[in-house]
């Protein structure tokens, strides 16, 4: 289905790409199938997508869903428990099948275990007796398995992201992946009220090496307990800069548009908030590629 907007954001929505994207199959209700998303997204004139599980990779599903819509669609792998959490074998063969980012813990990472009622969906699926990952040793240093992850990201020219760990353990695990080579490290939705890194916070991490803060418009839908107000999004991007971010959706939920339309309003919106057009291009288009390499 092609979406209709005004001119001026079907301009900017044609040779978007949104680097995250929830798709079926999954344990979650799920609006799209990965091939019903590559041909919404081709149909909107975007040019990519990455589609994203919480459980398992999504690169394999990714080829068949390229081919099958002769569309652009990426995967990747995130370190939670059903891959074996911080698991360099999982990473390696997610890379080899053509991952393009890999995500720290999401669903599984400690600080979200603790607090999994603030994604009620979500937790329906984490049982009480998890044990929660981290990304750090008692001491406060990083754990020595992550450090083969990074050396298997770096080789791959793959992109490093944060998923749901503390800032805390995130700052610490940039710094390293940093220090070690990576070049692409994507700081995953900071302003969701889940995460709730301060715009401090987030121009910390920055200087600390990451390329690139993502700002997901799902943070602000109500599929989140606490959601962000749609003005203190746009408050966060202006405050870090257009250079220094991505916007993405993190679409996929039965309750909240497809990704394609969802992107659409995200762009209608920052307009209205006086995000001008140049940097919705940068955070929709330019810096997605650049992180993507594509």
Same mark, same amino acid.
């Given at each position: @289905? ?23 199959? =999954? ?17 909107? !004139? @975007? ?28 995967? !990747? ?6 891959? #074996? ?14 991952? +393009?980012?890999?995500? @720290? ?5 400690? /600080? ?41 990201? +770096? ?7 944060? #998923? ?6 995130? +700052? ?8 070690? #080579? ?18 401090? =916070? ?6 600390? !090496? ?41 679409? #996929? ?12 309003? /995200? ?6 908030? !006086? ?14 590629? +650049?992180?993507?390499?594509?």
């Amino acid at each position: @289905m092609k979406f209709r907007f005004d001119k001026n954001v079907q301009d900017l929505l044609a040779g978007a790409i949104d680097i995250h994207i929830h798709s079926a199959p =999954d344990v979650y209700p799920r609006l799209l199938d990965d091939i019903e998303l590559a041909l919404s997204a081709k149909e909107n !004139g @975007m040019r990519a997508i990455l589609v994203k599980n919480h459980y398992f990779e999504t690169a394999s599903r990714a080829r068949l869903a390229t081919d099958a819509a002769q569309f652009p669609v990426y995967g !990747g792998i995130c370190l939670n428990l059903t891959v #074996g959490g911080l698991n360099k074998m999982a990473v390696s063969m997610a890379l080899k099948l053509g991952a +393009k980012q890999v995500w @720290m813990p999401t669903v599984h990472a400690d /600080y979200f275990v603790r607090n999994k009622s603030h994604v009620a969906n979500l937790a329906t699926e984490i049982p009480d007796d998890v044990q929660g990952l981290t990304l750090v040793n008692a001491d406060g240093s990083l754990k020595s398995e992550l450090y083969d992850i990074f050396d298997l990201i +770096k080789a791959a020219d793959a992109i490093f992201a944060t #998923g749901h760990v503390t800032k805390e353990e995130a +700052k610490i695990a940039v710094r390293e992946a940093a220090k070690r #080579g990576v070049k692409k490290i994507l700081v995953t939705h900071p302003a969701a009220t889940f995460v709730h890194y301060s715009v401090d =916070d987030m121009k910390e991490i920055l200087d600390l !090496g990451a390329t690139f803060l993502e700002h997901t418009w799902n943070d602000v839908t109500r599929q989140v307990s606490h959601p962000l107000e749609i003005p203190v999004l746009f408050d966060v991007i202006k405050a870090v800069g257009a250079a220094n971010s991505i916007m993405s959706t993190d679409a #996929g939920q039965w309750l909240n548009p497809p990704a394609a339309q969802q992107l659409g309003i /995200y762009i209608k919106e920052a307009l209205k908030h !006086g995000i001008p057009a140049k940097d919705v291009r940068l955070m929709v288009a330019d810096n997605p590629a +650049k992180i993507l390499g594509i």
